[in-house]
């Protein structure tokens, strides 16, 4: 069974510029989460989807941080303009939904801002 | 809300030596609790879980029990080899403020053996 799909693998920018990562979950997962992960930190929820509906973006900074999953599938998540604080690792993870259910995380986008 | 606790790192042992990492929890409902491991340069791959109160959860020598009592959920191996330094996070399942599952993680303690 494939894995949750994550690209690019790592990108550098800087400062003000945008960037975009994209996650393909596992075949049939209605659920779909953004972790954000700071070097030396645990993950944090950026946003959650259920099937292409958000069920929750409380701490996804909304004034650069956007994230859509318009068919219920993949989705892509953008940063606009990016911050050095940014920098971090991307986590996009999936699962059945039903609470106790393993949650799978892709690799991983890692992100340096300079 | 939800909170998870680990103790901070790094823990460095010699290889074959015993492993505890604690962890502890708060939560308003019922959690499934997880174990996940993070290799240098690799994503999060799932080490054990436990779904209710003293459940073990075990993989790859590895095992932790769901104490509700005293909301732990304490990581321990027996003889740890030098392949298991890792970055290591617990980490609760609950219906979030959605109402589907969420996970939230600990800080995560790394491991370091030594041959």
């Known amino acids: 069974e494939a894995g949750v799909a994550q690209s690019p693998r790592y990108k550098i920018i800087e400062k003000r510029q945008s960037v975009a990562f994209w996650c393909n979950p596992i075949?049939?997962?209605?659920?779909l989460y953004w972790y954000q992960q700071i070097l030396g930190q645990g993950p944090k929820l950026l946003i959650q989807?259920?099937?292409?509906?958000?069920?929750?973006d409380s701490q996804l900074p909304k004034d650069r941080f956007s994230a859509e999953r318009l068919k219920g599938v993949d989705s892509t998540l953008k940063i606009q303009p990016a911050k050095l604080e940014d920098s971090a690792v991307y986590l996009c993870?999936?699962?059945?939904?039903?609470?106790?259910?393993?949650?799978?995380f892709g690799e991983g986008s890692w992100l340096t801002v300079v | 809300g939800n909170s998870v606790t680990q103790m901070e790192g790094p823990v460095t042992l010699s290889e074959e030596a015993f492993l505890t990492i604690n962890c502890t929890y708060t939560a308003t409902g019922y959690p499934s609790l997880f174990w996940y491991v993070q290799y240098p340069g690799e994503g999060l791959q799932l080490l054990l879980k436990a779904t209710k109160a003293d459940d073990k959860g075990s993989n790859k020598g590895f095992e932790a029990t769901y104490r509700k009592e005293t909301t732990s959920f304490h990581l321990e191996k027996g003889s740890v080899q030098v392949s298991d330094s890792a970055v290591y996070f617990c980490a609760l399942s609950d219906r979030g403020n959605s109402g589907y599952s969420t996970l939230t993680f600990g800080k995560g303690t790394m491991l370091l053996v030594s041959p």
């Open positions: 989807f259920q099937n292409n509906g958000v069920v929750d």
């Open positions: 075949s049939g997962h209605a659920t």
């Open positions: 993870a999936s699962t059945q939904g039903a609470q106790g259910n393993t949650i799978y």
